[in-house]
T-cell receptor
Framework: GAVVSQHPSRVICKSGTSVKIECRSL??????MFWYRQFPKQSLMLMAT?????????EQGVEKDKFLINHASLTLSTLTVTSAHPEDSSFYIC????????????FGPGTRLLVL | GNSVTQMEGPVTLSEEAFLTINCTYT??????LFWYVQYPGEGLQLLLK?????DKGSNKGFEATYRKETTSFHLEKGSVQVSDSAVYFC????????????FGTGTLLAVQP
């Protein structure tokens, strides 16, 4: 079946540094990928929709300069948290739309970010 | 706006007990409805879905029926197992050009032997 991977699985960084998270579709091409953020005991909140070859579409309230998204190929999207602060600590999850399975798109295992 | 409301957890059951996790939604139009499951340390997996009213989604002994009249999509299983312990998310897809998913807050299910 369609598999999505994320790297790294967890990262600890100092405040002020930037962190890049990769999302890959392993056995299918994805023109669209989605980035979510999940706070403890809360739901997944959609941050942005990543489109291959074009600019990402950000949800209201998400700073595009803070969360840089690059979807350079049909199998890779990256999320860069710039100048990270402790409040950016969270669980970041991506999913990729495989058109062959409709809207039930596969999700990655998530990346745990801890900013000290 | 579009939203999903789930019953709060955690839900603690004994093995072989009957499970119900309530989910209601608010949406314009006719969304598709989903249940996702997140096992400890893993990513979300699609459990089942229903795309129109009165459809019943089923998988691994779990069932949910799309009830338009009550705007509900409750998850049920007749006999839970310890291996069903996970977080369950109800979600809706309100379509459009980007096919966005809106999730409920998730319900933690703990099944004890």
């Amino acid at each position: 079946g369609a598999v999505v991977s994320q790297h790294p699985s967890r990262v600890i960084c100092k405040s002020g540094t930037s962190v890049k998270i990769e999302c890959r579709s392993l056995d299918f091409q994805a023109t669209t990928m989605f980035w979510y953020r999940q706070f403890p005991k809360q739901s997944l909140m959609l941050m942005a929709t990543s489109n291959e070859g074009s600019k990402a579409t950000y949800e209201q309230g998400v700073e595009k300069d803070k969360f840089l998204i690059n979807h350079a190929s049909l199998t890779l999207s990256t999320l860069t948290v710039t100048s990270a602060h402790p409040e950016d600590s969270s669980f970041y999850i991506c999913s990729a739309r495989d058109d062959s399975v409709g809207a039930g798109r596969p999700f990655g295992p998530g990346t745990r970010l801890l900013v000290l | 706006g579009n939203s999903v409301t789930q019953m709060e957890g955690p839900v603690t059951l004994s093995e072989e007990a009957f499970l119900t996790i309530n989910c209601t939604y608010t949406a314009t139009g006719y969304p598709s409805l989903f249940w996702y499951v997140q096992y400890p340390g893993e990513g979300l997996q699609l459990l089942l879905k229903a795309t129109k009213a009165d459809d019943k989604g089923s998988n691994k002994g779990f069932e949910a029926t799309y009830r338009k009249e009550t705007t509900s999509f409750h998850l049920e299983k007749g006999s839970v197992q310890v291996s069903d312990s996970a977080v369950y998310f109800c979600a809706l897809n309100y379509g459009g050009a980007t096919n966005k998913l809106i999730f409920g807050t998730g319900t933690l299910l703990a099944v004890q032997p």
